[in-house]
């Protein structure tokens, strides 16, 4: 079990040091990081002596060695368009991201999974065909024109919930809420529903298929023969040997989540991390790019390793396996 | 008499190509199943209208001779104010929403295809060389996919961007944009491709075929392209026409952002971005006929791509 764990983590800093090497690339040789520092009345000789403290006159090993070390450090640099270090500014965007990344994975559970336990259990019903075409056109609609779709509806027709920002938010240390204010709860239902429907017709989709499965299974039909309540077999056998892949998928959909809400939080105008990178990308800052790229792949890289780990503690036959492979 | 002066009769009446195709399974799945007639259909009329955009478009949008201001925010014709020609009623500028619908449709579904093209053309290669030469080379190869695979397609496409915006700085103009976009889009689905090939090539690789090319000294590059690529290419038709759709939303999705297709010459998603501000003056349909342009695209691409699937997989046969 020891030796599978280090062989995983051995592996997730393999693909750590990739990325931040293509971090390290992309700030070292797209454009002149002095270029982009200071500027035009910044003579030669102080160009010169940034250059020399900024240590870029190294050798490229050295440079990328403290490059890693910085980032390790959570040392980012600064911003060519704030001029203050790249952590402050996603520091302070983060609550919003997480908040509305958690909340959309919630809608998602809560919604998805009795949709596909529904669309199982009555399979040939009218709603289950709905609910079926349904998440043929969510998977089909960009993020984008669901919360366009949204904002047309709510806000613009019925005149209700805020189509932009994050509302009121309360301090809390260095975390920033919007849960604790109505205003700031009300904001977060069309964001969290946009970014939460692609996952939801997912899990739904999967809840389905697994459901399917397990009720054929001659556990299943065992337990009616004994005369169980349909709930009790519904959902006491075959729903609890669903949820362990339907776990599975949606700890890994937390990061796609998060990678994904910057879309939405262009559309409404959302006030996290996303928002910042976007801006980054158009003005070209080149420090929040690749910070925001290492903790996208730092985020990944440990929801895998933490599944990975999860699915050698639940099933012993994965550590069988690799110890065979080895 | 012998057999060989009178073939049976199967062999004499060898069906046409034309009756081959028609007797296929694959017609007979696709005249079975109305959904996908539909789907075939709306595909089929989105594209005819991107491609003759200019003989069926009443104004050309981006003309500045054929836009009169006076014409701007007109709403469609059906609602009170509508005038003819404007089907679909004007911008803020004047501009023909049902033209640059049609405009905008071709820029979406040109990128869509291109982008799919390279990205199909990139992953075949390195999975058939990743397959054929293993060792060394495969591990490279389908460790690169593993890495990237880890990340959103479109967090990649925005990084390549973002490069890109760097290296061309003011010289950015529609037509670097134009192939940026192929690029950054094609660069981030590659993987799918590699992955599936790889495995194909693998199980051909040790074919007796395979086998014979090499001992009469065919050379490696030929024996793949000529030989393996024809056998491992089935498969990748159906990835093909999905990608095709995540292309077209990705593509969409990145000229919303702002780091797609500028508004001198848009896309979909372009136009979508512009007509977003004047959802809240009212003026809906400038974003929202775009949209649903966009929707029935990928919708009936992504029912092709089910059918297509379910057709070719022989377990469901």
Avoid: C
């Amino acid at each position: 079990m020891l030796a599978f764990i280090i062989r995983r983590l051995l592996q997730a800093i393999v693909v750590m040091l990739t990325v931040a090497l293509i971090a390290f690339t992309l700030f070292r040789f797209v454009g002149d990081p002095i270029n982009m520092m200071v500027g035009i009345e910044t003579t030669n000789e102080e160009r010169a002596q940034l250059r020399q403290d900024l240590g870029l006159n190294d050798p490229v090993a050295i440079q990328f060695a403290r490059f890693v070390g910085n980032a390790v450090r959570l040392d980012f640099g600064n911003s060519y368009q704030f001029k203050t270090p790249v952590i402050d500014l996603i520091a302070d965007r983060f609550p919003a991201t997480m908040e509305l990344a958690i909340a959309s994975a919630i809608f998602s559970l809560v919604i998805g999974i009795p949709m596909g336990v529904y669309t199982a259990l009555h399979r040939r019903s009218w709603l289950s065909n709905i609910f079926l075409a349904a998440s043929l056109i969510g998977i089909s609609l960009p993020t984008f024109l669901i919360g366009i779709l949204l904002i047309f509806l709510f806000p613009v027709t019925l005149g209700v919930l805020p189509s932009f920002g994050r509302g009121e938010v309360v301090r809390l240390g260095f975390w920033t809420t919007g849960l604790l204010t109505a205003s700031g709860l009300k904001a977060l239902v069309l964001p969290a529903i946009t970014l939460g429907l692609f996952q939801m017709t997912l899990i739904m989709r999967l809840v389905r298929g697994e459901m399917l499965e397990v009720l054929r299974t001659d556990y299943i039909k065992f337990a009616r023969a004994r005369g169980l309540t349909d709930r009790a077999v519904n959902f006491g056998h075959a729903l609890k040997n669903t949820l362990v892949p339907v776990m599975t998928i949606a700890g890994l959909q937390l990061g796609s989540i998060i990678a994904f809400a910057l879309i939405t939080e262009s559309v409404f105008q959302w006030p996290g991390m996303g928002l910042l990178f976007l801006k980054a990308v158009q003005n070209v800052d080149i420090p929040i790019m690749s910070a925001y790229l290492l903790l996208v792949a730092f985020i990944f890289v440990t929801i895998n390793l933490i599944v990975d780990i999860l699915y050698a503690v639940v099933d012993p036959r994965i550590r069988i396996d690799a110890r065979a492979a080895a | 008499m012998s057999a060989a002066e009178n073939p049976p009769e199967i062999l004499m009446r060898r069906p046409s190509r034309l009756r081959a195709i028609i007797d296929s399974d694959l017609v007979y799945s696709f005249l079975r199943s109305k959904v996908t007639i539909a789907a075939a259909v709306v595909t089929l009329l989105i594209v005819l209208a991107a491609i003759f955009a200019p003989y069926i478009a009443p104004k050309n949008p981006y003309d500045l001779t054929q836009i009169s201001i006076l014409d701007s925010d007109n709403p469609p014709i059906w609602m009170e104010g509508g005038q003819s020609p404007y089907v679909l009623g004007t911008d803020d500028q004047g501009r023909d929403v049902f033209s640059t619908i049609l405009y905008g449709s071709r820029q979406s579904i040109a990128i869509g295809l291109m982008a799919t093209l390279f990205a199909g053309m990139l992953g075949i290669a390195l999975g058939l060389i990743a397959g054929y030469a293993g060792g060394t080379t495969d591990a490279i190869i389908m460790r690169a996919a593993d890495i990237q695979s880890t990340f959103p397609a479109i967090l990649i496409a925005m990084l390549i961007d973002g490069v890109s915006r760097a290296l061309f700085g003011e010289q950015r103009n529609e037509t670097v944009v134009f192939w940026v976009m192929v690029l950054s889009i094609g660069l981030s689905f590659w993987v799918q491709y590699a992955r599936t090939v790889r495995g194909s090539t693998l199980v051909e690789k040790n074919k007796e075929y395979v086998l014979a090319a090499r001992l009469i000294g065919i050379r490696p590059a030929k024996i793949l392209f000529r030989h393996v690529l024809p056998n491992v290419v089935g498969p990748v038709l159906v990835i093909a026409t999905i990608n095709l759709a995540l292309a077209i939303i990705t593509e969409a999705t990145l000229s919303f952002l702002g780091l797609g297709l500028p508004p001198t010459q848009p896309s979909l998603g372009t136009l979508i971005q512009i007509g977003q501000k004047f959802l809240f003056a009212g003026e809906w349909w400038i974003a929202i006929f775009p949209g649903i342009t966009l929707a029935a695209l990928v919708l009936a691409v992504n029912l092709l791509g089910d059918w297509l699937r379910d057709a070719l997989n022989p377990k469901l046969r």
